[in-house]
């Protein structure tokens, strides 16, 4: 099993910015692709960010494109999403997506969310 803790949301003003982070914990675990969705209040959960394993690859929606920033740190088990030039928009709950290898086998793990909240 792997944990994920997510922190770093909050309330910020439109242009603001914020820093999400998610820890990933457990025994015996590799990290794959990681990244970030978000579910905007009524609607479906959506793609933010991805970055592959190395980090040499990411992939971005197109409303976030330019304004966010997905990075890791994989001796930490740690993913980050820097989130700049916020939008009343990008209100959501944000939640950290890994993709972890357990002995032989790949699983998909999601933390609680954190919610982030961005006034106009």
């Known amino acids: 099993q792997v944990q994920l803790v997510e922190s770093g949301g909050g309330l910020v003003q439109a242009g603001g910015s914020l820093r999400l982070s998610c820890a990933a914990s457990?025994?015996?675990?590799?990290?794959?692709?990681v990244g970030w969705y978000r579910r905007p209040p009524g609607k479906q959960r959506e793609l933010v960010a991805l970055?592959?394993?190395?980090?040499?690859?990411?992939t971005y929606s197109d409303v976030v494109q330019g304004r966010f920033t997905i990075s890791r740190d994989n001796a930490k088990n740690m993913v980050y999403l820097q989130m700049n030039s916020l939008k009343p928009e990008d209100t959501a709950v944000y939640y950290c997506?890994?993709?972890?290898?357990?002995?032989?086998?790949?699983?998909?793990?999601w933390g609680q969310g954190t919610q982030v909240t961005v006034s106009s």
């Open positions: 457990g025994s015996r675990f590799s990290l794959n692709d």
């Open positions: 970055i592959t394993r190395d980090g040499s690859g990411t």
């Open positions: 997506y890994v993709q972890a290898t357990l002995g032989i086998t790949k699983h998909n793990y």
